[in-house]
């Protein structure tokens, strides 16, 4: 069974940073591209980044780009979203979903809170 | 990027009405688009992807048409477990772009 688990969300000052995982098990992580995806409260979804299996692609949302980083250790099966400078606009469940190819987009973790507030 | 026009952003129905959802997109994607379900405090759940074919495991009242600029999600029989909000997402090219989201609600 697929499952993907984020951590590392919580509540932090605007200018801030925080680090997110995501640990995957019940497939070969290795041989997945992966993605973030946040979703502001009471709003819909937003992608904000991917990376592909050997990390030799990376895309970014205008939103994020230049602040957020995306990396991932196959060794580990984990994914990471390292944030910095955080908005109040980032206040959001973050996903972290896997790329199925033909499927797309096809499976979702739980999401992780992040709340950027003073 | 590509736009994605979600209609309608809500939708009352009753038990064993058949609900459409349509999403536009601003350009062509061939079929390069998911359907999604999401209830409440719960992850998105993918429904159907390029367009048309069902995902494993989803009930066959669910069935997605169109290609191009214009898409649909047919839930042709709507049960109780369906009152969610619904999303579609395009993967023809990045940023990936989701639809607004239509609530379908209890009439």
């Known amino acids: 069974e697929v499952q993907l688990v984020e951590s590392g969300g919580g509540l932090v000052q605007p200018g801030g940073s925080l680090r997110l995982s995501c640990a995957a098990s019940g497939f070969t992580f290795s041989d997945y591209s992966m993605n973030w995806v946040r979703q502001a409260p009471g709003k819909g979804l937003e992608w904000v980044s991917y990376?592909?299996?050997?990390?030799?692609?990376?895309y970014y949302a205008d939103s994020v780009k230049g602040r957020f980083t995306i990396s991932r250790e196959n060794a580990k099966n984990s994914l990471y979203l390292q944030m910095t400078s955080l908005r109040d606009e980032d206040t959001a469940v973050y996903y972290c979903?896997?790329?199925?190819?033909?499927?797309?987009?096809?499976?979702w973790g739980q999401g992780t809170l992040v709340t950027v507030s003073s | 990027d590509i736009q994605m026009t979600q209609s309608p952003s809500s939708v009352s129905a009753s038990v064993g009405d058949r609900v459409t959802i349509t999403c536009r997109a601003s350009?062509?994607?061939?079929?390069?688009l998911a359907w999604y379900q999401q209830k409440p405090g719960k992850a998105p759940k993918l429904l159907i992807y390029t367009a048309s074919s069902l995902q494993s495991g989803v009930p066959s009242r669910f069935s997605g048409s169109g290609s191009g600029t214009d898409f649909t999600l047919t839930i042709s029989s709507l049960q109780p477990e369906d009152f969610a909000t619904y999303f579609c997402?395009?993967?023809?090219?990045?940023?990936?772009?989701f639809g607004g989201g239509t609530k379908v609600e209890i009439k």
């Open positions: 990376i592909s299996s050997s990390s030799s692609t990376i």
């Open positions: 997402l395009q993967a023809n090219s990045f940023p990936l772009t």
């Open positions: 350009q062509g994607i061939s079929s390069w």
């Open positions: 979903a896997r790329e199925g190819g033909v499927t797309g987009v096809d499976y």
